[in-house]
């Protein structure tokens, strides 16, 4: 099997920086452009006062210029060329938006990390890489977080 496209949603955990690590890899091996996305979710209530008195929209787009800058960065670590690396910033439901953009940028591949929450965490958060994997036109390899050793 070859992959052309391959899209890695981030949103910064260590989980999703690990998938972001296979996805470059793979990228790397197959010749394959790369597809970084970050989706910023609606703000429902403000969490970070740093930024000094600005009004929502003026809160989201300094998050997406963060986003965007993180995104950059990350890709400068990846052994990918980077004319075939593209970064997306978009707004909205987190799965929702994976799968767009996987289906606009015709995405061979989704490489995505996993909490790999259970009981009632996973209730109440659900999990965006259950609703990727399950709405997906095409295949999605999930990488689970490494767990700490115990002493």
């Known amino acids: 099997m070859k992959w052309d496209k391959i899209l890695c949603p981030v949103d910064f955990s260590k989980v999703s920086m690990e998938a972001l690590n296979v996805s470059g890899e793979l990228a790397e091996k197959f010749g394959a452009g790369l597809i970084i996305v970050h989706v910023l979710e609606p703000i429902l209530a403000p969490t970070d006062f740093s930024f000094g008195p600005l009004s929502m929209t003026d809160v989201e787009d300094k998050l997406a210029e963060r986003a965007q800058?993180?995104?950059?960065?990350?890709?400068?670590?990846?052994?990918?060329?980077?004319?075939k690396i593209q970064n997306i910033v978009a707004r909205g439901i987190g799965s929702q938006e994976i799968i767009r953009i996987a289906s606009?940028?015709?995405?061979?591949?989704?490489?995505?990390?996993?909490?790999g929450y259970t009981g009632l965490t996973h209730a109440l958060l659900g999990s965006t890489a259950e609703r990727v994997v399950r709405r997906a036109a095409c295949p999605v390899l999930t990488v689970k977080g490494k767990e700490k050793a115990e002493d």
Request: proline letters at 4%; aromatic letters at 0%.
């Open 69 to 83: 800058e993180g995104l950059e960065q990350a890709a400068a670590n990846l052994n990918v060329p980077k004319e």
């Open 104 to 115: 606009e940028k015709k995405a061979d591949l989704i490489v995505m990390g996993t909490h």
